[in-house]
């Protein structure tokens, strides 16, 4: 059979005792400005992939099958094949079959080079097994894994300040060590095979996203704690450097919108840090939960 598939798609699933179903939906945001402006789109269906799966992955979930929507003013095949494969060899890297998806022509609503695209994804973790952050408590150690780089939040402020002119994202930066251009689409890191083989020792976690350490980690702890971060455990990456100085951004509105270097925030218990940090060497202890003081759930020093 050749063309296109049928109208839904089919997955089946095996050796499950008690299955729960986890699933997630998200953008590449205003990323996608920066891919057009640069006409490089290989790398952002790596992004939304990786997005998706470090949100399911929040819960203990294997990710299952992968479904994405593009949506344009005009179809172009090499730009969506080029989606596509960024698409395909993420999935492949976390064994997630991408089943099917949905390409839109729509010029009324998208105009020149702009599209959007939206990921879904589905995925599975025995019930017992869920990952909700119910056991965290006081003393508990918060880990970091690093990010590499904006990954895909943030890129309307720094369009703002950068623009997204061919001069301005081929200009090189020797504290980046390239152009702006090729640092603003780095793709947006997977910690699915890093973190994996952790599951049993992992209390809770955190994808830094929009919002970054103080919107996204109290969303995993249990009332009554807050999280007390040490900045000077982990390396602030320099493009978040250049941003804070480009804009003149305050201190806390950098850790409001961006990761700061920190894609994946993990909390165990102090017992099982030596055992995580020899899995993954390059995880850094970053904080603690504390009880909580006053209104602030998240304390950065």
Not at 13 to 38: H, M, Q, R, W
Not at 90 to 105: D, K, N, Q, S
Not at 143 to 158: A, C, M, R
Not at 173 to 192: M, S, V, W
């Amino acid at each position: 059979m050749s063309g296109v598939g049928f109208f839904g798609g089919l997955f089946e699933f095996k050796g499950y005792n008690e299955p729960v179903l986890v699933s997630s939906v998200d953008g590449v945001g205003t990323k996608l400005k920066i891919a057009c402006a640069l006409a490089k789109h290989d790398t952002i269906g790596i992004d939304i992939v990786n997005h998706c799966v470090n949100d399911i992955l929040t819960c203990g979930a294997e990710p299952l099958f992968f479904l994405d929507y593009i949506a344009m003013g005009k179809l172009v095949p090499e730009q969506v094949e080029a989606i596509a494969q960024g698409l395909a060899s993420a999935c492949r890297e976390v064994g997630c079959v991408l089943i099917g998806g949905e390409t839109a022509e729509m010029p009324g609503l998208y105009a020149g080079k702009d599209y959007d695209l939206v990921g879904f994804i589905i995925g599975v973790v025995e019930k017992e097994k869920i990952i909700m952050g119910k056991t965290i408590a006081a003393g508990d150690t918060i880990i970091g894994l690093p990010s590499s780089g904006l990954h895909t939040n943030g890129y309307s402020l720094v369009r703002k300040l950068f623009g997204t002119t061919q001069s301005a994202l081929n200009n090189y930066y020797p504290e980046l060590g390239r152009t702006l251009g090729e640092e603003l689409l780095e793709p947006h890191r997977g910690y699915y095979h890093q973190l994996k083989p952790l599951l049993p020792i992992i209390k809770g976690m955190a994808h830094i996203t929009g919002g970054g350490l103080v919107g996204n980690v109290p969303r995993i702890l249990p009332q009554g704690m807050a999280a007390k971060f040490n900045t000077q455990a982990w390396t602030i990456l320099p493009i978040f450097r250049l941003i804070q100085q480009r804009g003149n951004v305050a201190q806390q509105e950098m850790y409001r919108v961006f990761n700061m270097g920190i894609g994946m925030v993990v909390i165990c218990s102090p017992k099982d840090v030596g055992q995580f940090i020899e899995v993954l060497p390059e995880a850094k202890v970053i904080g603690e939960v504390v009880e909580q003081e006053g209104k602030a759930r998240v304390v950065i020093e």
